[in-house]
């Protein structure tokens, strides 16, 4: 078949490795796409949120699969567009609904979902611009430090933890009178912190039946010992060593199970992945939040440990049929670091020239920022440049290899954390 991938990163690269490796991936097209993807598919200069253009080439390359990467346009309600339109409604499109990807769109009607399905999370409560005050007064509810989120899309940065009451107070203004997330913040979630360690738990449903992906743990922070600004992210490891039988267990019962039903319960069509964002405090799983859409830098460890065919899965959640499925799991532990502009995640420049990619033999490359010049030469063209996955019998030996390989490849600003995996020994 021929499939039309929307995204431009780590995340799109890795999963465009994955169905090139599929008999039933008759053509493959990336759209915008990277350097990376551009090596195995076709990339397609396109906005993704651009309907009417992805509908020109849905119909003009003959796409019989949309695989929607990034969150923007699950947001915008492109799955609805398709399954409207009678020139395209036959495409399978992997991605949910615009009712579905509101669970990522908007963190009150998140946690407002969490409420109606009796799934663990923190105590919150939300406030538009006209409730400054009341914002204000509740942090007297809640225990330093603040958990500020703006409502919708903030491309991860959207989320502020402050420890100090009257910092916290300006956040508020800053957020919702002073437009600091622009639309993303015109409502403001605060909730209380939970004292615990994340990780991230990857579940593929058809809207009945639902598989659990391979758990991760992400490094959000630019700084080393996680501090400093929240960026993209700056790593990844899976599997998370402290989620053993027992808590996978408890969090599939209590979490996983009560998200799919919940969907099922308010008829919300869901057809595609479910991110779900998880505090482990003491032993048991709060849920901080849902995306609607594999994470990055995530995928670039969760789908490489996957060694089905991942088209075959996926073109069983049209037909809900994914209770066919046995999933083989790669039972090493996969690393991935991310090597990043100078200045990230604030400005940076772009257009460094890389150097150094022959050099790599015990790591996978995936482009994340790279394109080519016109000197044909790779170069970045993003703040989060690449990610360096490798395996491993453990967590230690895998990133031992992708930190080797960080030490040869070159560009000016190049920069990493070095402390990945040091809060799991």
């Given at each position: ?275 779900i964002g998880l505090m482990k ?97 790779l170069i970045t063209n993003g ?43």
């Amino acid at each position: 078949m021929n499939i039309l991938l929307l995204g431009s990163g780590g995340r799109e690269h890795a999963l465009a490795t994955k169905f090139i490796e599929s008999p039933l991936c008759k053509k493959l097209y990336v759209a915008p796409g990277n350097a990376g993807t551009l090596e195995m598919a076709t990339n397609v200069s396109l906005n993704v949120n651009d309907f009417a253009a992805v509908k020109k080439q849905l119909i003009d390359l003959k796409i019989d699969m949309l695989v929607v990467g990034p969150e923007d346009p699950l947001v915008n309600g492109i799955t609805d567009f398709v399954k409207k339109d009678e020139a395209i409604q036959h495409i399978k499109v992997i991605g949910p609904s615009q009712a579905g990807a509101a669970l990522e769109g908007s963190k009150e009607r998140a946690k407002q979902f969490m409420e109606a399905h009796h799934i663990p999370t923190a105590k919150y409560k939300s406030f538009n611009k006209s409730e400054v005050q009341e914002a204000k007064d509740f942090l007297d509810e809640m225990n330093p430090p603040y958990v500020l989120k703006a409502d919708g899309l903030a491309a991860g940065k959207g989320v502020l933890i402050i420890e100090n009451k009257a910092e916290a107070e300006a956040e508020i203004e800053a957020m919702l009178t002073g437009h600091k997330f622009g639309k993303a913040s015109e409502k403001l979630v605060i909730e209380e912190f939970l004292s615990g360690i994340e990780l991230s738990v990857f579940v593929l449903t058809d809207g009945k039946n639902y598989i659990t992906l391979p758990n991760a743990k992400d490094y959000k922070r630019i700084g080393e010992g996680d501090t400093g600004l929240n960026t993209g992210g700056m790593g990844a490891i899976s599997p998370v060593p402290f989620a053993d039988e027992d808590f996978m267990s408890h969090v599939d019962r209590d979490i996983i199970q009560p998200t799919i039903n919940g969907l099922a319960q308010e008829n919300i069509d869901y057809k595609g992945f479910v991110f779900i964002g998880l505090m482990k405090v003491e032993n048991k799983a709060y849920v901080i939040e849902y995306n609607v859409r594999m994470g990055d830098p995530e995928t670039e460890v969760v789908i490489p440990r996957i060694q089905n065919d991942l088209i075959e899965v996926l073109s069983l959640l049209e037909t809900q049929e994914l209770n066919q499925i046995n999933l083989n799991l790669d039972q090493r532990t996969a690393t991935t670091l991310m090597l990043v502009s100078g200045g990230y995640p604030e400005a940076y420049e772009k257009g460094k020239k890389i150097t150094g990619l022959e050099n790599i033999t015990e790591t996978k490359i995936y482009h994340a920022g790279t394109t080519y010049n016109k000197n044909k030469d790779l170069i970045t063209n993003g703040g989060r440049v690449l990610a360096l996955t490798s395996f491993g019998k453990d967590y230690k030996e895998a990133l031992q290899k992708s930190y080797a390989s960080a030490e040869k490849i070159n560009f000016e600003g190049k920069n990493f954390r070095t402390d990945l995996g040091q809060d799991l020994a």
